[in-house]
C-alpha cells in the first residue's frame, strides 16, 4: 500500500494568495483526519471526517480556512486568503476506524510570506 | 477543553538505559490511548496503544496506564540512539486523537 499521500510537500506563497493542499487516504479507511503543526501549538485537529462527511471542524481556525472530501479517495484543505501566520506543517491522516490508529502522510510545508 | 500533556524535555538518557516517558489527560471518559513517535522532520507513527488499566508490552517498549490517576506513560528499555525523538502521546475524544506537545529524546551513546 501507497500509505496516505500528500501534495504539495512543500508550498511557498505570498500573503493573500490561495493554497490548496491535497490529500489521498489509504484506500479502505473511513476516517480522514487534517493537523497542523507547529512548535508553539503542536499538533492540532484542524477537521475530520467520517465516510466523506465532515463531523467535527471545530478546530479550523477562521473563515479562511474550508476542506472538502468529495470522495473517499481525496480530501482538500484550502485556505484564502493566506497570511503568514499560518506558516506550518499540514498532515493528512487516514483510519480504519474513527480516531482509532491514524497513518499519517508525509505533510505539506507551507510557507506564507 | 480536552487537554492532554506531556512534558517537553529533552529528555536526555545515556544508551543502555530506560527512558521513562510521561503523559496525563482530563478527560476521564477516554477509552483509548497512543503513542506516536516523530523523527525531525518526518511525520509521526505509531508505535503503541493501549485501552485497559496496567501494562502492554511489545519489543523495548511499554505502555502502562493507570485511569484513576489519568496517566499513561511509554517506557522504552535498551534506549539506543536511533530512538532519538519526538514521542507524543495522543488520546481520543469523541471520534478524534488529541496530541499532546510531545517529549524530545535524546539517547546519548
Known amino acids: 500500500d501507497a500509505g496516505v499521500i500528500q501534495s504539495p510537500r512543500h508550498e511557498v506563497t505570498e500573503m493573500g494568495q490561495e493554497v490548496t493542499l491535497r490529500c489521498k487516504p489509504i484506500s479502505g479507511h473511513n476516517s480522514l483526519f487534517w493537523y497542523r503543526q507547529t512548535m508553539m501549538r503542536g499538533l492540532e485537529l484542524l477537521i475530520y471526517?467520517?465516510?466523506?462527511?465532515?463531523?467535527?471542524d471545530s478546530g479550523m481556525p477562521e473563515d479562511r480556512f474550508s476542506a472538502k472530501m468529495p470522495n473517499a479517495s481525496f480530501s482538500t484543505l484550502k485556505i484564502q486568503p493566506s497570511e503568514p501566520r499560518d506558516s506550518a506543517v499540514y498532515f493528512c491522516?487516514?483510519?480504519?476506524?474513527?480516531?482509532?490508529?491514524?497513518?499519517f502522510g508525509s505533510g505539506t510545508q507551507l510557507s506564507v510570506l | 477543553q480536552k487537554e492532554v500533556e506531556q512534558n517537553s524535555g529533552p529528555l536526555s538518557v545515556p544508551e543502555g538505559a530506560i527512558a521513562s516517558l510521561n503523559c496525563t489527560y482530563s478527560?476521564?471518559?477516554?477509552?483509548?490511548f497512543f503513542w506516536y513517535r516523530q523523527y525531525s522532520g518526518k511525520s509521526p507513527e505509531l508505535i503503541m496503544f493501549i485501552y485497559s488499566n496496567g501494562d502492554k508490552e511489545d519489543g523495548r517498549f511499554t505502555a502502562q496506564l493507570n485511569k484513576a490517576s489519568q496517566y499513561v506513560s511509554l517506557l522504552i528499555r535498551d534506549s539506543q540512539p536511533s530512538d532519538s525523538a519526538t514521542y507524543l502521546c495522543a488520546v481520543k475524544y469523541t471520534g478524534k486523537l488529541i496530541f499532546g506537545q510531545g517529549t524530545t529524546l535524546q539517547v546519548k551513546p
Open positions: 491522516a487516514s483510519s480504519l476506524r474513527d480516531g482509532e490508529k491514524l497513518f
Open positions: 471526517f467520517n465516510n466523506n462527511v465532515p463531523i467535527d
Open positions: 478527560d476521564r471518559g477516554s477509552q483509548s
